[in-house]
């Protein structure tokens, strides 16, 4: 009888364990789509994407098949919801291509074009109805809205143990860049993306400058003479050398 209860126990643990291993989403297909089509820089393979276009493909009925569920961590969820938009922007891209700006298009953001669990979604939705809500707003630097001016893609998927680390090292990468950011002492001419989401970052009482400074390498002080820069909105597209692949 014991041996018998012990079976059924086991059993049952083996069974939870099975659900919670599938109770997460696999993000590696678009991890492998990444490396092979974005430069360390962010600059975006275009035709690479088109040519693997059934990997990417997969990678959107995965999305599609396997929306966020309740038991997922806030991270889990949050990872699944950033890889997706920058996932279908790269297909909004691809399906008008060449172009020379996401801009071209018409209502880019709020263009229905891609179903998740039967229901029809635009980028606009995902980045105000979902993304923002989560109240982060690293959000800004991991999303990508296929412009030079955007923070740059990152050429790898966003996972639930790799995302505050990543969202740290992508924030402090375009707030220290620049091209996108010009910061010293006596002047500031910093992204319009501040503007756009001041709200945003008004977090734990502080306000955009707050923000910035705490990933800034020179400091914002109260006397600095603040602008903004324009926005360039022309496609972030270039070359990807494939990585290189040791055969033993």
């Not at 993000?27 to 089509?37: F, G």
């Not at 991270?75 to 919801?81: D, G, H, P, R, T």
């Not at 707050?210 to 390498?217: G, K, L, Q, S, V």
């Amino acid at each position: 009888m014991k041996t018998l209860k012990t079976i059924l126990t086991l059993l049952t643990v083996l069974f939870f364990n099975q659900m919670n291993s599938q109770d997460t989403f696999d993000h590696s297909v678009w991890d492998q789509a990444l490396l092979l089509n974005v430069s360390e820089d962010g600059k975006v393979d275009y035709d690479g994407f088109m040519r693997d276009s059934s990997q990417l493909y997969r990678y959107f009925k995965q999305l599609s098949d396997n929306p966020p569920k309740e038991s997922w961590s806030r991270e889990e969820k949050l990872a699944y919801w950033i890889n997706a938009y920058n996932a279908y922007t790269i297909k909004l891209v691809i399906d008008s291509y060449p172009l020379k700006s996401i801009k071209d298009l018409q209502d880019p953001w709020g263009k229905k074009f891609f179903k998740i669990d039967g229901a029809w979604h635009s980028l606009g939705e995902l980045e105000h109805k979902i993304l923002r809500k989560f109240g982060d707003p690293r959000i800004h630097f991991a999303i990508n809205c296929a412009s030079i001016s955007c923070p740059v893609v990152w050429n790898r998927a966003y996972t639930a143990t790799s995302l505050h680390v990543a969202l740290d090292e992508q924030t402090e990468k375009f707030i220290n860049d620049p091209t996108r950011n010009t910061i010293t002492k006596t002047e500031v001419s910093v992204s319009k993306i501040f503007s756009w989401y001041k709200k945003d970052f008004k977090v734990n009482g502080g306000d955009v400058k707050d923000f910035i400074n705490r990933y800034a390498n020179v400091k914002i002080s109260n006397q600095s003479k603040k602008g903004y820069k324009t926005y360039d909105w022309g496609l972030n597209e270039g070359t990807v050398v494939s990585p290189a692949y040791v055969v033993d």
